[in-house]
């Protein structure tokens, strides 16, 4: 995941987590074998997790940071079969959640408008929308 998934501000920002498939090891590689290591899946709490250490390291830099902990978040696992989980918590939640099987994506939010909100309300972890600000009739932030 690239570092300037940290640095969104206003809108909603969709994160494919990383895939790893038809990997080789660097030995493998070094020594020219088509030996591949197993797939390997990010998940919603690695990305998360990831993404709260970029925010850290930015906050020590002293940057203006347009996401934060508290960066309410919709964590997405197998969206559209049968056995799909969704969750809606803040950033720092997310980092401790397990979704199960992947494929995994995280959607980090910007400015919501009201039906967002409502429909956010159908998945969210307890508490995880109390932080939303209302900006003004059809906005809200976190």
């Known amino acids: 995941m690239n570092e300037w998934a940290a640095a969104v501000c206003r809108h909603d920002t969709h994160l494919d987590t990383d895939i790893k498939v038809k990997e080789q090891s660097i030995e493998n590689m070094m020594r020219g074998r088509k030996i591949f290591e197993p797939p390997r899946f990010m998940t919603v709490s690695q990305a998360a997790?990831?993404?709260?250490?970029?925010?850290?390291?930015?906050r020590e830099e002293g940057e203006e940071l347009g996401v934060t902990e508290d960066t309410v978040c919709v964590g997405v696992a197998r969206l559209g079969a049968d056995n799909q989980s969704i969750h809606v918590a803040p950033l720092r939640q997310l980092a401790s959640c397990d979704l199960g099987a992947?494929?995994?994506?995280?959607?980090?939010?910007?400015?919501?408008?009201?039906?967002?909100?409502d429909l956010l309300r159908l998945n969210a972890e307890p508490g995880a929308l109390e932080n939303l600000i209302q900006i003004d009739s059809s906005t809200f932030s976190s």
Do not use: A, K, N, W
Not at 104 to 116: A, F, I, Y
């Open 49 to 58: 997790d990831q993404l709260i250490q970029i925010i850290q390291r930015r």
């Open 102 to 117: 992947p494929l995994h994506s995280l959607v980090v939010t910007g400015r919501l408008h009201p039906l967002e909100v």
